[in-house]
C-alpha cells in the first residue's frame, strides 16, 4: 500500500516500515493551513491501516518545527475552519490521538501552538537545542487544544502547565526535556537523524508487541482525551466568534499589538 499526501505542503514518504511526514511549508514557517490538517490525518488513517507500516516520524525542518495554525488561513478561511469538531485541526487532533502505531517526532525551533500541544500524543519526542515550545491560545483570544488542558498538567504539574497555558509563556528544549515532553536534546542537524534512527529500531521490532504495547500504554486514557479535544472545540469554536479572538488575529495579521480593551 502507498501512502499518499493529499497536499504539497505535506510530504510523506514510507519505506522499510517507517512512514516519514514532513512539514514541506517552510516559506511559512511550516504554518499549517485546513488542507495540511486534512492531508496529516487522511496519511495517519492510511499508515494504521497499511501492513507496511510500522512506525511513524512526524518532522519538520532544522530552523523550524511548525508556527502552528496559519492565522491568514483560520481568519479567512471556510467555515469548515470555524474551530468545531470538524474543523481540521480537530480531525487531525483525533486521527492523531487513535494513532495506534508507534509515532514518534523530530522538533527543531519553533513548535506553536497545535506544533507543542500534538507532541502530548507522540511515543517518542526528539528536540534540537535551537527548540522553542509556545501555547499562546489566550494570547489569541482562544482556549486549549489538543487535550492539552487534560494532558499538560498531568506532565508538567499545574503551575507550570499554567505558565504555559495561561501565560503562554514560551520555553525552550531544555525545560522541556526537564519536565518529560522530550527525551533527548541534540544539535538541530541530527535531530531528525536521531528521530530516523529510534524509529528503525521500533520497525524492527514484533508489530503486534508494538501495538499491543501502546495500546495498554495509552487506552485507559484515551477516552478521557478524545473526550477532552471535543469539549475543547467546542469551546474554542464559541471563543472564535467573539472580539476578542478576531482583534487578536486581525491585529497578528496587522504586525501590531491587540488591543482587548473591555473584551
Same mark, same amino acid.
Given at each position: 500500500?502507498?501512502? #499518499?499526501?493529499?497536499?504539497?505542503?505535506?510530504?510523506?514518504?514510507?519505506?522499510?516500515?517507517?512512514?516519514?511526514?514532513?512539514?514541506?511549508?517552510?516559506?511559512?514557517?511550516?504554518?499549517? %493551513? @485546513?488542507?495540511?490538517?486534512?492531508?496529516?490525518?487522511?496519511?495517519?488513517?492510511?499508515?494504521?491501516?497499511?501492513?507496511?507500516?510500522?512506525?511513524?516520524?512526524? #518532522?519538520?525542518?532544522? %530552523?523550524?518545527? %511548525?508556527?502552528?495554525?496559519?492565522?491568514?488561513?483560520?481568519?479567512?478561511?471556510?467555515?469548515?475552519? *470555524?474551530? @468545531?469538531?470538524?474543523?481540521?485541526?480537530?480531525?487531525?487532533?483525533?486521527?492523531?490521538?487513535?494513532?495506534?502505531?508507534?509515532?514518534?517526532?523530530?522538533?527543531? @525551533?519553533?513548535?506553536?501552538?497545535?506544533?507543542?500541544? $500534538?507532541?502530548?500524543?507522540? *511515543?517518542?519526542?526528539?528536540? @534540537? *537545542?535551537?527548540? !522553542?515550545?509556545?501555547?499562546?491560545?489566550?494570547? &489569541?483570544?482562544?482556549?486549549?487544544?489538543?487535550?492539552?488542558?487534560?494532558?499538560?498538567? #498531568? &506532565?508538567?504539574?499545574?503551575?507550570?502547565?499554567?505558565?504555559?497555558?495561561?501565560?503562554?509563556?514560551?520555553?525552550?528544549?531544555?525545560?522541556?526535556?526537564?519536565?518529560?515532553?522530550?527525551?533527548?536534546?541534540?544539535?538541530?542537524?541530527?535531530?531528525?537523524?536521531?528521530?530516523?534512527?529510534?524509529?528503525?529500531? &521500533?520497525?524492527?521490532?514484533?508489530?503486534?508487541?508494538? $501495538?499491543?504495547?501502546?495500546?495498554?500504554?495509552?487506552?485507559?486514557? $484515551?477516552?478521557?482525551?478524545?473526550?477532552?479535544?471535543?469539549?475543547?472545540?467546542?469551546?474554542?469554536?464559541?471563543?472564535? #466568534?467573539?472580539?476578542?479572538?478576531?482583534?487578536?488575529?486581525?491585529?497578528? &495579521?496587522?504586525?501590531?499589538?491587540?488591543?482587548?480593551?473591555? !473584551?
Amino acid at each position: 500500500m502507498t501512502i #499518499q499526501s493529499s497536499c504539497s505542503d505535506i510530504l510523506v514518504h514510507a519505506e522499510d516500515g517507517i512512514c516519514t511526514i514532513t512539514f514541506n511549508r517552510l516559506a511559512k514557517k511550516n504554518s499549517i %493551513t @485546513g488542507p495540511m490538517y486534512l492531508a496529516l490525518a487522511d496519511i495517519l488513517r492510511q499508515a494504521d491501516a497499511s501492513d507496511a507500516v510500522r512506525v511513524a516520524v512526524l #518532522q519538520g525542518d532544522a %530552523t523550524v518545527f %511548525t508556527a502552528g495554525n496559519d492565522l491568514g488561513d483560520f481568519l479567512n478561511g471556510p467555515k469548515g475552519g *470555524d474551530g @468545531g469538531v470538524e474543523s481540521p485541526p480537530f480531525v487531525f487532533l483525533q486521527a492523531l490521538a487513535a494513532f495506534a502505531k508507534p509515532l514518534v517526532a523530530a522538533v527543531c @525551533g519553533p513548535a506553536v501552538g497545535i506544533g507543542t500541544t $500534538l507532541l502530548l500524543h507522540c *511515543d517518542l519526542v526528539y528536540a @534540537g *537545542d535551537n527548540a !522553542m515550545f509556545s501555547l499562546p491560545f489566550i494570547n &489569541l483570544g482562544f482556549c486549549p487544544e489538543g487535550a492539552s488542558s487534560l494532558l499538560l498538567p #498531568q &506532565l508538567m504539574g499545574h503551575q507550570r502547565a499554567c505558565e504555559a497555558l495561561l501565560l503562554g509563556d514560551p520555553f525552550m528544549a531544555e525545560a522541556a526535556l526537564e519536565v518529560g515532553l522530550v527525551n533527548r536534546v541534540v544539535p538541530p542537524t541530527e535531530c531528525n537523524a536521531l528521530a530516523q534512527a529510534q524509529a528503525r529500531k &521500533l520497525a524492527a521490532k514484533p508489530l503486534a508487541s508494538l $501495538l499491543a504495547s501502546k495500546k495498554l500504554l495509552k487506552s485507559a486514557q $484515551l477516552p478521557q482525551v478524545q473526550q477532552r479535544i471535543n469539549e475543547e472545540g467546542q469551546v474554542f469554536r464559541h471563543l472564535l #466568534q467573539q472580539p476578542a479572538a478576531k482583534e487578536a488575529m486581525t491585529a497578528f &495579521l496587522e504586525k501590531r499589538r491587540p488591543d482587548f480593551a473591555g !473584551m
